[in-house]
């Protein structure tokens, strides 16, 4: 099994940055591909950002410009950070940290089928 567990959701204004981080523990080596998916509220869950084995990161398309993803080791546990700039209401939502064993790989910034979710953590963007 692998643990996941997001942080630095919160209320902020239009315009500022956030920086988000998920880290994951437990069976760390079984994983091919973390990320992170996006839940607003009128929109499917949309995968943002991804990094592979090989540490190839990729994005949406949307993400491009303002997303920047970021990861460390230490001590058995693999962080993923991602750094959001100048948000904007449309930013608002529940952002999730997957992770995706058995060879899976990411395209667009989405992890390919994943096994394992956190519970997220949430951020609103006042305009």
């Known amino acids: 099994q692998v643990q996941l567990l997001e942080s630095g959701g919160g209320s902020v204004q239009a315009g500022d940055s956030l920086r988000l981080s998920c880290v994951a523990s437990g069976y760390v080596d079984r994983m091919d591909c973390l990320g992170w998916f996006r839940q607003g509220s009128v929109k499917e869950r949309e995968g943002i950002a991804a990094?592979?084995?090989?540490?190839?990161?990729?994005?949406s398309e949307s993400a491009e410009v303002r997303f920047t993803s970021s990861q460390e080791n230490a001590e058995n546990k693999y962080y993923l950070h991602m750094q959001i700039s100048h948000l904007k209401p449309e930013d608002t939502g529940i952002y999730y940290c997957a992770a995706a064993g058995g060879g899976s790989w990411h395209t667009r910034g989405r992890c390919y089928d994943p096994d394992w979710w956190g519970e997220g953590t949430t951020v609103t963007i006042a305009s």
């Open positions: 990094i592979d084995a090989d540490g190839l990161t990729g994005y």
